[in-house]
């Protein structure tokens, strides 16, 4: 039997809290909560949150995958989830790991991007079956960051590959126009032209080339490899190979800048299939808004 309204005026209202962090005991702001609710039940399956904006498991680590891992008792086998994903990334491993987890412990994974998703984050959610993206979300490139210890500082990776790059576009169209310019003064053929150009060249780039460090070049290549590599092994169940590598490739190498903004409509021009959130998911993320960017959250989204 139903309570009276009497009754139902005077029960308390629901509370919850994230399993991993911040921890069952630990109830999280009413209109969060009630986002995530409305969330949970438009999408029709488990929440499990990834949101990291705070002093604790504000980055993809090993401390973000062992939570996942202690909660693996958690998950129901071969039963989806929808994981709200709002992180400015961090370990390409880390997030290809709970990626893989999800999809071996629940058979797949839906992500929610409601803001934010970085670097190593757009990397986990490349694993999903569907990815949905808030009004304002974005994606990012996946240029792995590599900390420079002579400027104290992290920078991509692909600063130095790409560097390479323009010197050698830089010296074809030198050689290119200089014998253009000294074929019309010399009235010279081109063949007798060009090993004086070419040394020419070579001399002018010749200080350029060698700032170029060759181990950290390679080292360099290699880390955006294995990222290239790991996003490849997560899309291509869906995309094919071929598909999968040309969106993997894009995402790495085609950005100028690690900050890059990616909504769905650049998802869309490189193939990377996004959509957009419905009228009631747009309305839980507004009353997400205060909640994700006030602390970080891991683990399941569950009632006390």
């Not at 969060?32 to 499990?48: D, N, V, Y």
């Not at 062992?66 to 071969?78: A, C, V």
């Not at 370990?91 to 992500?111: D, E, S, T, V």
């Not at 060249?201 to 490899?225: G, N």
Request: aromatic letters at 8%.
């Amino acid at each position: 039997m139903s309570p009276s309204p009497a009754t139902s005026a005077t029960m308390p209202p629901k509370k919850y809290c994230v399993s991993g962090h911040p921890g069952k005991g630990v109830i999280i702001p009413d209109d969060f909560a009630r986002g995530l609710s409305i969330l949970e039940t438009s999408l029709g399956m488990p929440l499990w949150l990834l949101i990291q904006n705070g002093e604790n498991y504000d980055t993809l680590d090993d401390d973000a995958g062992q939570s996942f891992w202690n909660s693996r008792n958690e998950f129901t086998k071969g039963e989806k989830i929808a994981l709200i994903v709002d992180s400015p990334g961090g370990y390409a491993k880390c997030a290809y790991r709970i990626a893989r987890f999800l999809k071996k412990h629940c058979g797949g994974f839906i992500a929610v991007v409601p803001e934010t998703a970085k670097s190593a984050a757009t990397l986990l959610v490349l694993g999903a079956d569907k990815i949905i993206l808030g009004p304002n979300a974005e994606l990012g490139p996946l240029d792995v960051q590599l900390y420079d210890r002579e400027r104290e500082e992290f920078g991509s990776a692909l600063n130095e590959v790409q560097a390479l790059d323009r010197l050698n576009a830089f010296a074809l169209q030198a050689i290119d126009s200089t014998m253009q310019f000294t074929s019309r003064r010399s009235g010279l053929t081109m063949k007798t032209l060009l090993p004086g150009v070419q040394n020419f060249v070579a001399e002018m780039l010749r200080p350029l080339f060698e700032k170029i460090d060759t181990v950290h070049y390679t080292q360099s290549s290699r880390h955006l490899k294995v990222a290239e590599e790991y996003a490849t092994r997560l899309l291509r169940a869906k995309y094919g190979k071929q598909v999968a590598s040309e969106i993997a490739r894009q995402l790495v190498h085609s950005y100028p800048e690690h900050a890059f903004f990616i909504d769905g409509e650049e998802a869309g021009s490189i193939g990377l299939q996004t959509f957009e959130a419905d009228a009631d998911q747009e309305a839980a993320i507004d009353l997400m808004a205060e909640g994700l960017n006030a602390d970080s959250y891991v683990g399941k989204f569950q009632e006390i």
